[in-house]
């Protein structure tokens, strides 16, 4: 069964496009350099309200026993300090990815809110499984708020977010920081987030989701790689896979977005449902005739209709 004709007819066409991906141990690498190939050859032109932000590289200080963490920090120069701050944590099945690759994304934020944007360049998998990524990820979230007076940050005004693994390790993220006590979160952004290694193993799936972009080989390999072993076991750390969290009281307040094609939409459902349960203000999106990463095609109504809700949402928490 084919799923194509519920997908919205503004995005159909980028599903000729984009191409389909195959991961395996042996092609992961090679699907990386494709990817850092494609991102070297756009010329992309910043819009206007570019210009206001300075972007910097930094390295700092990694988890004990692990390298530097580098990342990316976005600093709008318009602003007057101190200023809300954003982690942004990219996407790509824990296995894929840079933050060099959702510059313009985090530009967007930033230009939009105002906000001090860090994009975080942690270790992938299957090279660094669990724990390392969320763990690189706290190291950078525990610099920022230290260093807060140095990045111009509001230390009551500190967002965490991302997309798709990135969203899965945003969650895992939040979890973490909750049991440390160490840092305080004003929110959390889920953007279609990578959050159950149990998906891989059901036999009873949803017909309509998981055709396009992300499908369910693809995240059998990435929960795999991330895991160090085959998903769906009984002892899964909640920071690897936050869906396995037993209690989630506490949390910020948590905004989730999915397409209702998204091999995501189940998990993320259930994930939106258990935070409510649990006394967590938490806003749910779900685009009909969306598939995973849909937001690319920035052109179609339903991802300009998506970018709204995410702005908004963040607005409305910094505020």
């Known amino acids: 069964m084919t799923t194509r004709h519920l997908v919205d007819p503004e995005l159909v066409a980028m599903l000729d496009t ?3 991906l195959h991961l395996t141990a042996e092609s992961v690498q090679q699907t990386r350099s494709f990817f850092e190939e494609v991102m ?9 309200e570019f210009s206001t932000i300075s972007v910097s590289e930094r390295h700092i200080p990694g988890p004990q026993g692990a390298p530097e963490v580098r990342m990316l920090v976005y600093q709008p120069t318009h602003v007057e300090a101190p200023r809300p701050a954003l982690l942004w944590i990219h996407g790509g099945g824990y296995v894929l990815g840079t933050p060099d690759q959702e510059d ?13 944007a860090i994009s975080v360049d942690y270790r992938l998998a299957p090279e660094t499984p669990h724990p390392g990524p969320v763990e690189d990820c706290y190291a950078v979230l525990k610099w920022v708020h ?26 895992s993220l939040g979890l973490l920081t909750r049991d440390r006590g160490e840092v305080p ?28 972009m992300w499908t369910r080989d693809s995240n059998r390999f990435g929960w795999t790689a991330h895991l160090g072993q085959e998903p769906g076991g009984p002892d899964v750390s909640p920071y690897a896979a936050a869906a396995r969290a037993k209690h989630f009281e506490g949390l910020p307040p948590t905004f ?18 258990r935070l409510l349960w649990a006394g967590v203000p938490t ?12 937001d690319s095609a920035e052109g179609a109504k339903i991802s300009q209709a998506f970018v709204h809700d995410k702005l908004d949402a963040l607005k409305r928490a910094f505020s």
Do not use: W
């Open 18 to 20: 984009f191409p389909a």
């Open 40 to 48: 070297k050859s756009q010329t992309l032109v910043d819009p206007p």
């Open 104 to 116: 313009r994304q985090v530009k967007s934020i930033v230009a939009a809110i105002g906000c001090v």
């Open 146 to 171: 230290t260093h807060a007076g140095e990045l111009g940050v509001d230390t009551s005004r500190i967002a965490i977010g991302g997309a798709s693994a990135g969203g899965g390790l945003t969650a």
């Open 185 to 212: 979160l004003v929110f959390q952004l889920l953007i279609y987030p990578m959050l159950d290694d149990r998906t891989v193993t059901e036999t009873e799936t949803n017909p309509y989701t998981g055709e396009f």
């Open 256 to 273: 989730i977005a999915v397409g209702s094609l998204d091999l995501f939409l189940d998990e993320d459902l259930e994930y939106a449902h």
């Open 283 to 294: 806003e749910l999106h779900i685009y009909p005739g969306a598939f995973h990463g849909f």
